[in-house]
């Protein structure tokens, strides 16, 4: 069941961490970490691949029927944990600087993230098993009928907004290859 | 929606990811690429290159500095083409750039200078260590760790602009270290440090003045450095402080120049006294007692150039002689002692010989004159009354100086010249005939003078 916070407070302290660790760096270097140094570099790319890894496999193992491998809760908890933790390194990756292309892929990314926050709350008010499945509950039919379809409604936002995040992203990432990465 | 599709590949996913496509796209064959611009460039205005003054005014042109993957050009040819000057610097290993990229073969302009970093943002960035601060005319040697032991920012001296430095970058830091060391030294020495350090010498505690060739010795050492190097502003000026003693002593010289400019000649930088002036290479050699007198007594009124040499300068008043051996007592003295004298007095016009050697001179100089005595016998030898007046006063004619024992060569008239006797008649001294005076003879001390023939009583009167 999806009726805790323990993602939520997973998420927290792990951006906590990475935050003490964004300070440590701050404080050695006394400076803002660069998008292109190593440390803002590899906060960038560790969290689109957190980004892009859950959103796939999540995608994945909800489509999959002939494998069931692990519960469907726990992957939306992972999907969580991630869709928190990565954007906020994506976040720190930035600089603080929104130009362009990264600008845009930023606030995009932003947008997901609460788009996320209020699918979640959809979500839970929609009764499930520890697989996921919906449960005909104690809950008025009528109640469940509206959740199911805002649910709905919420997917084709969601999955747009994230889809149009990962066209920015990658080609934010193909520029940075072309333009820096690769620069001769 | 159960499918086996992914999750993201739903109708609205799709669409998204075309529009997506197509905005991006759009947009930057609108914006001509500036949509990955990370951020402004450069618009610090410099000298037209590439007919442009700043980076920003190509902001929108990405190919004029980034070359595609596939070109075979670099980056660093794409700043070529503009920054030419920088490029031919880059051929010579003496310059900042050329030795840079030299001494880092991997290093391109935009390790040091990145770029989108802000129209204001500075277009230099270095890592100190890789960066050769000498080639720019100062090295860093000296500035390794700071004063609170820290390792040196570029910001530390390059207060935010490191292409440039202020002249007076130095003093925050070195009033802090030695407030009243460093104003004296601004003071003695102006404010622009780097016209005297050039970071390689280690001035400072560690600067020895014997470095080089005015060696800082004896009193010298601690001079303040004013005393010599008067309003030094550049090191060109340190260098040409005057070497030569008079430049700084002038005022202390009393000899008012006569024994010429080397003071070290007879001073050493101990102090001015004692003063070890060797007399003996000077044309007046300190013999004797001159030795041990003090130099006033000669050189009065503190001359010292153009002392008289002539003893009587001195010996006046020393002079017993009353001036009658003239002014030259070296002649006859030594300057050992007044009592021992040297005087030949056969050089004079009296030498003396025979019984006169072995006299007192006062047997002569009798009232203590020398000069101009007279050399006549009678001025001190009398004519004996033996004499009788006959001979008048040339002794010489008879007497030699080894005795009075004379030999008369004159006749004696009267006498027969008997028995060969001649003036010495029978071989005599003259007192065998004139026995009271030259002028009265007897014959009888020899002769009997019953027989005038005979011999006398004497040795000779055998025939009595």
Redo the contacts between chains.
């Keep these: 069941m999806l009726r805790g916070n323990r993602e939520l407070w997973l998420a927290l302290l792990a951006m906590i961490l990475i935050t003490g660790l964004y300070g440590l760096v701050v404080f050695l270097t006394r400076m803002i970490p660069p998008a292109s140094e190593l440390f803002g570099h590899s906060i960038g790319i560790i969290g689109f691949i957190f980004m892009l890894t859950t959103e796939t496999l999540y995608s994945l193992r909800k489509r999959s029927r002939s494998v069931r491998w692990g519960r469907m809760s726990t992957w939306l908890q992972l999907h969580i944990f991630t869709g928190l933790v990565g954007p906020y390194m994506v976040l720190l990756h930035t600089s603080w600087k929104f130009n362009g292309i990264a600008g845009a892929t930023t606030l995009l990314t932003v947008i997901i993230v609460v788009s996320g926050f209020i699918g979640r709350y959809i979500f839970t008010r929609i009764p499930r098993t520890m697989d996921g499945l919906e449960i005909e509950d104690t809950l008025s039919q009528e109640t469940i009928k509206q959740a199911r379809r805002l649910m709905a409604l919420w997917h084709t936002i969601h999955i747009p907004i994230g889809m149009a995040l990962f066209i920015s992203a990658f080609v934010h990432i193909g520029a940075a290859l072309y333009y820096a990465t690769f620069l001769k | 929606?159960?499918?086996?599709?992914?999750?993201?590949l739903?109708g609205?996913?799709?669409?998204?990811?075309l529009?997506?496509?197509f905005v991006?796209a759009g947009y930057a064959y609108a914006s001509g690429g500036?949509?990955?611009?990370?951020?402004?460039l450069s618009a610090k205005s410099g000298e037209i290159l590439g007919g442009v003054t700043s980076h920003s005014e190509i902001g929108r042109d990405?190919k004029a500095c980034?070359?595609?993957?596939w070109?075979s050009?670099?980056?660093a040819d794409r700043c070529a083409v503009c920054h030419t000057v920088i490029a031919s610097e880059m051929q010579s290993v003496a310059s900042m750039h050329g030795k840079l990229t030299h001494d880092n073969p991997n290093l391109s302009c935009?390790h040091c200078h990145p770029e989108h970093r802000g129209a204001d943002a500075q277009l230099t960035v270095m890592e100190d260590a890789l960066f050769p601060h000498e080639a720019v005319g100062y090295s860093l040697n000296g500035h390794q760790r700071t004063a609170a032991n820290k390792s040196f920012t570029c910001d530390d001296c390059h207060h935010g602009d490191i292409s440039t430095f202020a002249p007076d970058s130095c003093q925050a830091c070195h009033s802090e270290m030695d407030l009243s060391f460093t104003q004296a030294h601004l003071l003695a020495f102006g404010a622009d440090c780097r016209a005297c350090h050039d970071g390689v010498d280690r001035y400072g505690d560690d600067f020895n003045h014997n470095r080089f060739a005015f060696q800082l010795m004896g009193k010298h050492i601690n001079v303040i450095c004013t005393q010599c190097h008067l309003d030094a502003r550049t090191i060109i000026d340190l260098q040409s402080a005057p070497q030569d003693c008079l430049a700084c002593h002038r005022a202390d010289e009393p000899h008012e120049g006569r024994f010429g400019s080397d003071c070290a000649a007879c001073h050493t930088t101990d102090g001015w006294k004692p003063a070890r002036f060797d007399h003996n290479l000077s044309i007046f050699k300190l013999e004797g007692k001159h030795r041990e007198v003090a130099c006033e007594s000669c050189h009065q009124n503190g001359g010292y150039k153009g002392t008289p040499l002539d003893c009587y300068s001195c010996h006046q008043k020393d002079d017993d002689h009353s001036g009658q051996y003239g002014t030259d007592c070296s002649a006859c003295h030594e300057p050992t002692d007044w009592d021992k004298v040297t005087f030949d007095h056969n050089k004079s016009n009296f030498p003396l010989n025979g019984a006169h050697v072995s006299l007192a001179c006062e047997r002569c100089h009798s009232t203590g004159q020398f000069i101009g005595l007279s050399t006549a016998c009678a001025s001190c030898h009398g004519d004996p009354a033996y004499h009788a007046g006959l001979f008048g006063f040339d002794c010489a004619q008879c007497h030699t100086t080894n005795n009075w024992s004379a030999r008369f060569n004159g006749s004696h008239p009267g006498i027969a010249d008997e028995g060969g006797s001649g003036v010495n008649h029978g071989g005599g001294t003259c007192r065998d005939c004139h026995t009271q005076t030259l002028h009265t003879a007897t014959c009888v001390a020899c002769h009997d003078s019953n027989n005038p023939n005979g011999e006398g009583g004497g040795e000779g009167g055998g025939g009595d």
Aim: hydrophobic residues 40%; positive net charge; proline residues 6%.
């Design positions: 929606m159960q499918s086996n599709r992914l999750g993201c739903t609205t996913g799709i669409i998204a990811v529009i997506t496509t991006i500036l949509m990955f611009n990370p951020g402004p990405c980034h070359s595609a993957l070109d050009e670099k980056m935009r």
